[in-house]
Every structure is written in structure tokens, then in C-alpha cells.
């Protein structure tokens, strides 16, 4: 059992490139989710997804977009990278009472 | 904006001790759930409180909730190497917000031989 499949696993971009970050998911979870995690500042939300369909603000969205293709797979995208983006992404999947995180996808912008 | 203080950030102490490490809030949470993350992975729940005053045992980690819901704490007996990890503490909303997840900062905990 997969459970949440992020890639890629680490990403070196330019200031100003475009990339978009996969996530999948094999739990049948409605909800889906995009963190990016600081050291010192724990996981903040970025987007998150609670059907197929919709998609809402977190807490730090400025400077990304989502699309939720499905129920399987909810993406990020940078547009215009920035050094303010440097951070370790992580996609999750929400059950009842616990959510599963993928592996995680270290992004360095220079 | 729910917040959630976690504490200490950092904790190094050596086989056998006990820790405690602390989530504190000024707002209510539906539940409140304690993950471990190690380095390179994504976290990894350890337990879920929902009741106030909950207390949960998973082998040598207490977990209580406290009895307004609003701060819980993880206690760790007899620290072990093996224990080393990222804790993080995170507090779910209920109503229409139910799902989302705010999370503490972190505590990092090394445990020397």
C-alpha cells in the first residue's frame, strides 16, 4: 500500500522558473493537503483540498497554486520561484482522525 | 488563527531520562494529535486525543489532553536512542474548518547513549 507518493524528491530551481509538484494518493481520502516546512516554525499549510473539486487558502499561500485533478492527485505550482521558497514540501491525505504525509520534496531556489 | 506553542524546541538528554514535551493554546481543539518525524520522512502519527482529560499510554509515551482542550503534553519514560526524532503536536478544528490541522513548532529530541 503506497499511501501518499510525492515527487519529486528534491528539486534545485532558478529564481523566476516555474515547477509543479505532484502528490497522489490510493486511500480514497477526500481531503488533501499541502505543508511546507522551516526549521523553528513546524509544518504551515499552504492549500489545501477538502473534496474533489475545491480547493482553499491555508495559512501561506501567496505564490503557489493548486489544482485537484481528481481524487487521487492534488498538485503544486510555483510560478515564479523564489529564494523565499526554499523548504521541504509535504502533501498529506486526510483519514477521520489522522493524516498521512508522503516522503516529502525538498525544494532549494537560487 | 489558531495557534499552537510547542515546548521545549530542543531537548538533549542522555538513555534513561524522562522528558516531557508541551503543547499549549488559547483555543479549543476538536482532538489533538502527537506526531514523530524522522529525518527525510514525512510524520508519522503516534496517537490522537479527542476527550478532555484524555490520557493515552503507547508503551513508554503518556499523552494527556487537557481538560479545557486547549493544551496537551507528551511524556516520555526512560528515553531511549531509538526515541531521537522531530515530535510535533498538532490541533484539529472542528465546525467547518474540520480537517485542517495546525501544527506546533517542533521539538527536537536527542537521546545519547
Known amino acids: 500500500n503506497a499511501g501518499v507518493t510525492q515527487t519529486p524528491k528534491f528539486q534545485v530551481l532558478k529564481t523566476g522558473q516555474s515547477m509543479t509538484l505532484q502528490c497522489a494518493q490510493d486511500?480514497?481520502?477526500?481531503?488533501m493537503y499541502w505543508y511546507r516546512q522551516d526549521p523553528g516554525m513546524g509544518l504551515r499549510l499552504i492549500y489545501y483540498?477538502?473534496?474533489?473539486?475545491?480547493?482553499d487558502k491555508g495559512e501561506v499561500p501567496n505564490g503557489y497554486n493548486v489544482s485537484r485533478l481528481n481524487k487521487r492527485e492534488f498538485s503544486l505550482r510555483l510560478e515564479s520561484a523564489a529564494p523565499s521558497q526554499t523548504s521541504v514540501y509535504f502533501c498529506?491525505?486526510?483519514?477521520?482522525?489522522?493524516?498521512?504525509f508522503g516522503q516529502g520534496t525538498r525544494l532549494t531556489v537560487v | 488563527t489558531q495557534l499552537l506553542e510547542q515546548s521545549p524546541q530542543f531537548l538533549s538528554i542522555q538513555e534513561g531520562e524522562n522528558l516531557t514535551v508541551y503543547c499549549n493554546s488559547s483555543?479549543?481543539?476538536?482532538?489533538l494529535q502527537w506526531y514523530r518525524q524522522e529525518p527525510g520522512e514525512g510524520p508519522v502519527l503516534l496517537v490522537t486525543?479527542?476527550?478532555?482529560?484524555e490520557v493515552k499510554k503507547l508503551k513508554r509515551l503518556t499523552f494527556q489532553f487537557g481538560d479545557a482542550r486547549k493544551d496537551s503534553s507528551l511524556h516520555i519514560t526512560a528515553a531511549q536512542p531509538g526515541d531521537t526524532g522531530l515530535y510535533l503536536c498538532?490541533?484539529?478544528?472542528?465546525?467547518?474548518?474540520?480537517?485542517?490541522?495546525?501544527f506546533g513548532q517542533g521539538t527536537i529530541l536527542t537521546v545519547h547513549p
Open positions: 498529506a491525505s486526510h483519514g477521520y482522525t489522522e493524516a498521512f
Open positions: 486525543v479527542v476527550t478532555g482529560g
Open positions: 486511500m480514497n481520502h477526500n481531503s
Open positions: 483555543s479549543v481543539f476538536s482532538s
Open positions: 498538532a490541533g484539529a478544528a472542528g465546525g467547518t474548518s474540520y480537517g485542517k490541522l495546525t
Open positions: 483540498s477538502a473534496s474533489e473539486g475545491t480547493t
